[in-house]
Every structure is written in C-alpha cells, then in structure tokens.
C-alpha cells in the first residue's frame, strides 16, 4: 500500500489544492487518509483508478459556435 501526499496528487493530476478539495468535497475524488496529527494521504492505487475514469486528453467536443 503506497500513499501519496498532497503536493504528488497535485502532480499526478494536473489539480490546483482548491480544485482537488473541492472534489472531494462533493464526492468525485478519493477522500485522503488520516497519517498524522496534520498529515494526510491518499492511497495511490485509489488516485491510479480515478485517473484511469478520466476522459483522454483532447477528447473536448466541438461546439457550435466554435
């Protein structure tokens, strides 16, 4: 069981801190893990299986207008 902390999720995921909390905020990404007083991790195999739930990069849909 690996963990992550904050600053390599933040890599992994290309997700500013505000972002990737709000996520987790409304359920769409993995809650971290209590390791400390005030340390938290998240398990990597948990960030793997939400990244692989992505859409592939450049699959935006053309609008209309543009």
């Keep these: 069981m690996k963990l992550e902390?904050?600053?390599q999720v933040i890599?992994?995921?290309?997700l500013s801190r505000a972002h990737l909390y709000n996520l987790i905020s409304r359920d769409l990404f993995?809650?971290?893990k209590r390791v400390g007083?005030?340390?938290?991790?998240?398990?990597?195999?948990?960030i793997d299986e939400w990244i692989e739930t992505r859409p592939p990069g450049g699959s935006w849909r053309s609008t209309p207008n543009g």
């Design 37 to 46: 007083k005030r340390a938290v991790a998240w398990l990597s195999q948990e």
């Design 5 to 7: 902390r904050l600053p």
């Design 11 to 14: 890599a992994r995921t290309s």
């Design 30 to 32: 993995p809650r971290p």
